[in-house]
C-alpha cells in the first residue's frame, strides 16, 4: 500500500481561544440574570470590544453598569419597535468601528394575553407583533450587518426547546421560535459565501426577566432539571463560554443550526 495515501495529515496545534481585535454586538441586556449579559461577560473577558444596547429610559439605568462593566465603547438605545432605532445602532458602528465580526440576538416579546392563552385565541395583532419582535428583528440584524461583516463574522440568536416540540404553556412562543431556527437556516445559507455564520444557541429554561413572563414558570425549571440526564439546569455563564466559542474563529466551520445548552434535556421524550 502507498504510505502517502495513510500519511496522517498536518496538524496545527491547538490555539487558545482568543477574541482580541474583534468587536460585537450584543442585543438584549435587560438585567444582570439577562442570558445577553453572561454571553457579554464571557466575549469580554476573551478580548472583544463591545457594542451594548438597552431598550428604554427606564431600563438604562439597570444597563449602563453591567456595560461599564465589559468596558462597552458603544451603549444605545434600540427597540425594535421604535422605527429607526436598530438601524441607528449599525450607522453609529459603521461610523465608529467601520466593521463588525459578531452579533448576539437576545430578545423576544409578546403580549401577556397572547403569552398566557392558547395559539388557538391568540390574536393577529398579537401574533405579528412577536414575530417581528421575536424573529423579523434577527433578519433585520442580518441585513444591517451583512455590509459590515467584509472579513466574515457571525450572528447569533436565542431559542428554546418549544420551537421543537410542544412545551406546557410556551403557547405562541413555541411557533415564534420555531420560525426563528427556520430562519437561521435560510440566512446561512444565503450568507455563508460571504464568510457569516448564522447560529442559533437554545438553553434550557434560565430565570432571566423575559422567562417570568411564562405562566407556571417554576413548574417548567423543575420538569426540565428532572429530565436533564445531568440533573441540573444551565445558567448564563454556561451559554456565555459557549457562545465565546462559537463566535471565535475555532468555530468557522460552524453554522446553519441549533446548538442545545440545557444539560441534554432536549435529547429525552
Known amino acids: 500500500m502507498n504510505e502517502s495515501l495513510i500519511a496522517a495529515p498536518r496538524f496545527a496545534p491547538v490555539r487558545t481561544l482568543s477574541l482580541a481585535g474583534k468587536r460585537g454586538l450584543i442585543i438584549g441586556i435587560a438585567n444582570e440574570n439577562s442570558i445577553a449579559y453572561g454571553v457579554a461577560r464571557h466575549v469580554h473577558a476573551y478580548g472583544a470590544e463591545l457594542a451594548i444596547t438597552y431598550l428604554n429610559e427606564k431600563s438604562q439605568k439597570y444597563v449602563r453598569p453591567l456595560a461599564d462593566e465589559v468596558e462597552a465603547s458603544i451603549f444605545l438605545p434600540c427597540d425594535v419597535r421604535e422605527e429607526g432605532q436598530l438601524e441607528a445602532v449599525f450607522d453609529t458602528i459603521a461610523r465608529e468601528w467601520g466593521q463588525l465580526d459578531f452579533v448576539i440576538h437576545s ?140 463566535v471565535s474563529d475555532l468555530a468557522k466551520s460552524v453554522t446553519g443550526t441549533t446548538l442545545f445548552i440545557d444539560g441534554g434535556a432536549h435529547i429525552i421524550g
Open 107 to 246: 430578545i423576544a416579546f409578546a403580549k401577556r394575553e397572547d403569552l398566557h392563552g392558547r395559539v388557538t385565541d391568540c390574536s393577529r395583532d398579537g401574533f405579528s407583533l412577536a414575530m417581528d419582535v421575536s424573529c423579523f428583528s434577527f433578519i433585520r440584524c442580518a441585513k444591517l450587518a451583512e455590509p459590515l461583516m467584509k472579513n466574515g463574522g457571525c450572528l447569533a440568536t436565542l431559542s428554546y426547546y418549544g420551537g421543537r416540540k410542544v412545551v406546557e404553556h410556551y403557547n405562541v412562543m413555541g411557533p415564534v421560535k420555531a420560525a426563528l431556527e427556520s430562519v437561521t437556516k435560510y440566512l446561512a445559507h444565503e450568507l455563508g459565501p460571504k464568510g457569516i455564520r448564522v447560529l442559533t444557541l437554545s438553553p434550557g429554561p434560565l430565570r432571566t426577566r423575559a422567562a417570568s413572563g411564562i405562566d407556571r414558570f417554576d413548574e417548567l425549571l423543575d420538569a426540565a432539571a428532572a429530565k436533564a440526564p445531568t440533573h441540573h439546569l444551565a445558567d448564563i455563564d454556561d451559554v456565555g463560554s459557549f457562545a465565546a466559542y462559537l
